[in-house]
């Protein structure tokens, strides 16, 4: 095992790994940007060094800055959390060359990974279900027809060089796909140069569900199950929980094998998580991408299965084996997390900056089903340059209903002022009827705010206004 | 400290030039490599569809539908020596003979690197035209340098008669090959014969020092034909029945097996490769898989200015070359009107070595510039320096040109440049470790000698498809054929009479287009004075495939591990 670990990140999730480290006895030390410089977590930490100035491009994501500081604290390894260096392809193959072990999976995995297009061909050649569509960019109309004709209606039709939305169009129906390739053809053409195009089925109010793995470079993989995260505004998941309330045991069983297989075909290493989108219309579970990293809601696995995600993690890059078999891994009752963001939900979700003046959390004791990660302290200055996050709370109770009524019990003893949070949101979520009924799908949370009158960003905000 | 850190390099596209800029720079390459696709198709087919169609006829493959059949399943075999003998004309008949009517490629059989030698029985049945003998010797010396298996796809009428005073008696003359042959197996490089056809005359040595021999029912290897054989005719006599498997697998025992076609001679044949070790290019990545560059290699032709005269930057050019866009300059205060340095390609570690055009500072006199291109005092020194170290650390080289010539005048001759230059030239005379050039855009004067051009061996030279070689350019050489007749501008002076203007504007401009025409990338292929004409896109694939080779055989030669390389020395020697 390493005798140092550089953690380079922030907040709440460099509390958690400075912790993994202690566990396994080995010493952290924390980076911090300049508007970071009094974070509580720093005090946790063995060593810290200041990495440059508030903006993450000048401190978090700049990887000299961060290789420098590695070396001049004697690090042999470093964990990059989520976020900021995570999941950088180049990072991972710069801090290798710099004989710093990347707590991570290998470049080349990380770089498959982050490009979709190479991800789908690799997701499918490992054995994985893809959303129906064209694996190869189309060009032409009739080569179009041709492939929407096999994957269905609705499609989306993709520009190969898009992203963010732009050349994106949605066709219903066999009658507006001309004029809509058409449109899009002319608008990825006009603005990336390449006027080609993928062909996918659309998926309407998908539930959004992923597995966790563990692979050791020595072929031994193992899945922790599933997580649901279908309660999410913009892409940001809210709420997570396992087991997910769509599967059934002996689904989620046969659906974490399938995933387990793949991850060996890949030959991945690290801890990872592949998300699907479960098609309600069909029941049917598409691959859609891999995170190559720990993911922010790993808790509620580590809650069911009572394996340390990021102590495995580092053992992994260490070179130790994975120490248990899937057999040995059993998944008990029910675990929910709510992230409490510093987010006015009443207000668009506007990001809030400020002191902490109050902080109260439940018992999170032994036996009392409930831990919170943060790296918050009464206060604590919250900055306004980066995500958001101020603590993730985690309820395990035997059932599901037992950890919802737990959830909602804890949230209700928790007291944080100072800056608006998302807990009186989740309080209204976790008790609403879809929730509860354990329906809810990656619309749920928009159509509830839409009934209660919330908007669901700051823009949105203003157009009420 | 015996990190080996290789630091991104390189800019993307849209901060190097505008969108506008990028395609004028690219479209003034469009025709060059429209050609390059074109002339390249034309040399695939050989003589045309009628002789394809013959082949066919009498149940044989042509050689490229032979060599796609043992290369493995999804893998490009890499042609060299494609545009040999490339417009030349032959015998009384003037029949030309596309590709010296020999085929030779790089190609992945069974997952090892080999160099097949294949006969293009789609031209004069495989006859050996002048400098096919002399493509079949370089493509067998490319196998030695890089410790590659040779595989022979026999398939030859012998010599071609009409031209045989040009193919026969001289040093590389068609026995060369089998000189080659008998050193490819003294140095322990594996050779596998197949014959599918004739094989005539000396031509029949080439596949018996090969180590498998194997024949189809078509073949025949003989001294002399039946034609030339007395009472042949009224003896029934033929060549197969003087020379086919049944003589030569089991009475002469000059061949191993046979075959009985060429699907299953060529299965055969993969099965010996799959008897040879593997590569242990795997071995030498130290864990790393080959990457693709961050930046498209599609992107090269965009990034050179379309005049040759404009500069660019090297290093947005490498980061379109080499594994991830990473590198790590070695030395890279001192001549740095060179670039060197260690990158991976393939995931295998080379040395680069590459010119910079632009300004730079003149290091003796500050307020001076001097342009890049160019070899002086320090960047000589710096190319020795890195030469030496890479020969001693057994690290493939890749000399990137784009070099105008040494520095030339007074202050150059003091400082020796001519010393300095014959270090660097025995230095890589003496290299026994791969060395790969690419001519970019010119190769000129000494520099070209310098940067380790054909003269010096290396492996493979490939030139782009707007790639110059010659001594000096057209204009430069006109001047100097009429030096004496012009004035210290190198104009023609004012008190020439208009009709002597005239006659020396005439005969300079003759020089100089007679220079620009032998300078067309075509003329350095067509003479192998360069392997292969390669796009712009493909320069990388070429050089993963010679790199990779450079690794391929274990216990060949020194390959240090890179804790111990002497360029920590270096890198020590010339911090700040």
Not at chain 2, 85 to 102: I, M, S, W, Y
Not at chain 2, 227 to 249: C, E, F, N, R, W
Not at chain 2, 344 to 349: S, T
Request: hydrophobic content about 40%; proline content about 5%.
């Amino acid at each position: 095992m390493f005798r140092r670990v550089l953690v380079a990140n922030r907040g709440e999730i460099a509390a958690r790994v400075i912790r993994a480290c202690h566990a396994l006895g080995v010493e952290a030390v924390a980076v911090y940007s300049e508007a970071d410089a009094g974070s509580p977590h720093l005090d946790e930490a063995d060593q810290r060094i200041c990495i440059g100035a508030a903006h993450a491009r000048h401190s978090y994501l700049d990887q000299e800055a961060i290789l420098e500081a590695a070396h001049q604290t004697g690090c042999q390894a470093l964990h990059p959390g989520y976020g900021f260096l995570s999941e950088s392809w180049l990072f991972a193959a710069r801090c290798r060359d710099e004989r710093i072990t990347f707590i991570g999976p290998e470049a080349a995995s990380i770089r498959t990974m982050g490009d979709k297009v190479a991800a789908r061909r690799a997701a499918v050649a490992a054995g994985l279900p893809v959303i129906p569509g064209t694996l190869a960019p189309v060009a032409g109309l009739d080569s179009v027809r041709q492939a929407a004709s096999e994957t269905g209606y609705p499609l989306i039709l993709k520009a190969v060089a898009g992203g963010g939305g732009r050349g994106m169009r949605r066709v219903d129906d066999p009658a507006e796909l001309e004029s809509q390739w058409e449109t899009a053809t002319g608008e990825a053409a006009a603005a990336f140069g390449d006027g080609s195009m993928y062909v996918e089925r659309y998926i309407e109010g998908g539930r959004h569900i992923e597995v966790q793995v563990l692979a050791d470079r020595f072929g031994n993989v193992v899945h922790l199950g599933e997580r649901e995260c279908s309660v999410q505004r913009n892409h940001q998941k809210l709420i997570e929980e396992t087991p997910s309330p769509a599967l059934s045991p002996e689904r989620s069983a046969a659906f974490g094998e399938m995933v387990r297989q793949a991850i060996a075909r890949l030959g991945y290493r690290g801890a990872g998580t592949v998300e699907f989108l479960l098609d309600p219309a069909t029941d049917q579970l598409y691959f859609l991408e891999m995170n190559t990293r720990l993911q922010v809601e790993h808790p509620v696995t580590e809650m069911t299965t009572g394996v340390d995600i990021v102590e495995w993690q580092l053992r992994i890059a260490a070179s130790e084996r994975l120490g248990f078999a899937q057999a040995d891994i059993e998944r008990r009752g029910h675990a929910i997390e709510c992230r409490i963001n510093a987010e006015d939900p009443e207000q668009g979700f506007r990001p809030a900056a400020g002191r902490i003046t109050t902080l109260e959390w439940p018992a999170t004791g032994d036996g009392d089903g409930v831990r919170v990660d943060t790296h918050l302290q009464p206060g604590y200055e919250v900055p306004p340059f980066y995500d958001s996050l101020l603590a993730k709370m985690i309820a395990w109770a035997p059932d599901r209903d037992g950890a919802i009524d737990l959830m909602l019990a804890s949230l209700a003893a928790t007291r944080i002022e100072g800056v608006p949070t998302t807990i009186p949101l989740h309080a209204r979520v976790l008790d609403s009827t879809e929730f509860r009924s354990g329906v809810a799908t990656t619309s749920t949370l928009v159509e509830l705010l839409e009934r209660w009158g919330w908007a669901v960003s700051p823009a949105a905000l203003e157009e009420k206004v | 400290m015996a990190r080996v850190t290789l630091a991104p390099i390189g800019r993307p596209q849209d901060q190097i030039a505008t969108p506008e800029e990028l395609a004028a720079s690219a479209a003034a390459f469009d025709e060059r490599r429209a050609d390059l696709a074109r002339n390249r198709a034309e040399v695939a087919t050989g003589w045309g569809d009628k002789y394809i169609a013959r082949v066919h006829e009498l149940g044989k493959l042509t050689a490229w539908e032979r060599i796609s059949r043992l290369a493995d399943p999804g893998t490009s075999p890499l042609p060299v020596g494609t545009f040999v003998n490339h417009g030349d004309r032959f015998g009384e008949r003037k029949l030309a003979a596309p590709g010296a009517g020999v085929v030779t490629v790089f190609a992945r059989v069974c997952d090892r690197w080999t160099m097949i030698i294949a006969n293009d029985n789609t031209v004069a049945s495989g006859a050996w035209f002048p400098k096919t003998p002399e493509k079949i010797e370089r493509a067998q010396e490319m196998a030695l340098g890089l410790s590659v298996p040779v595989i022979y796809l026999v398939d030859c009428s012998g010599l071609f008669l009409p031209e045989q005073g040009r193919t026969f008696a001289g040093a590389t003359g068609a026995g060369h090959i089998f000189k080659k042959n008998s050193l490819l197996s003294a140095a322990g490089v594996p050779q596998i014969a197949g014959v599918f056809g004739d094989c005539i005359a000396g031509g029949g040595y080439m596949p018996i020092i090969s180590d498998r021999v194997i024949m189809t029912e078509r073949a025949y290897m003989v001294i002399a034909a039946a034609a030339l054989i007395k009472g042949a005719k009224s003896q029934h006599i033929t060549s197969h029945s003087i020379g086919g498997p049944d003589v030569h697998v089991h009475a002469s025992a000059c061949a191993d097996e046979r075959a009985p076609d060429d699907e299953t001679a060529l299965a055969m044949i993969r099965a010996e490769v799959a008897k040879l070790p593997g590569s242990a290019a795997d071995y030498y990545r130290h864990g790393v898989a080959s990457a693709a560059p961050l930046h498209d290699p599609e992107e090269i032709a965009a990034l050179l200015p379309a005049s040759l005269q404009m500069p660019y930057d090297t290093y947005d050019l490498l980061a379109r070359l080499v594994d991830e866009s990473r590198f790590w300059e070695i030395m890279p205060h001192t001549g740095r009107e060179v670039i060197t340095g260690i990158a991976r390609i393939g995931g295998l570690y080379a040395g680069i070595f590459a010119n910079q055009p632009g300004l730079f500072d003149h290091p003796a006199h500050p307020t001076e510039k001097r342009s890049g291109g160019i070899l002086y005092r320090e960047g000589i020194a710096k190319l020795s320096a890195f030469s030496r170290a890479c020969e001693s650390d057994g690290i493939p080289m890749i000399w990137m040109q784009d070099i105008s010539g040494f520095d030339i005048g007074a202050e150059a001759e003091r400082q020796g440049l001519l010393g300095l230059g014959s270090n660097l030239i025995y230095t890589n005379s003496t290299n026994r470790t791969p060395m790969i050039t690419v001519i970019l855009r010119k190769g000129s004067g000494a520099g070209y000698y310098a940067m380790a051009g054909l003269p010096y061996d290396p492996v493979l030279q490939i030139s782009s498809p707007i790639a110059r070689l010659g001594v000096m350019d057209g204009r430069t050489a006109a001047i100097a054929s009429y030096n004496s007749q012009l004035d210290d501008e190198f104009e023609i002076p004012a008190d020439t009479s208009e009709e002597q203007a005239e006659r020396i504007r005439a005969g300079m401009s003759a020089v100089q287009e007679k220079l620009e025409a032998d300078m067309d990338p075509y003329t350095s292929a067509r003479r192998m004075d360069t392997d292969e004409i390669v796009d712009f896109h493909e320069i990388r694939d070429y050089l993963v495939a010679t790199v990779e080779m450079s690794y391929q055989t274990i216990g060949r030669r020194r390959i240090k591990n890179p804790r111990i390389w002497s360029m920590h020395d270096l890198e020590i020697l010339f911090e700040s």
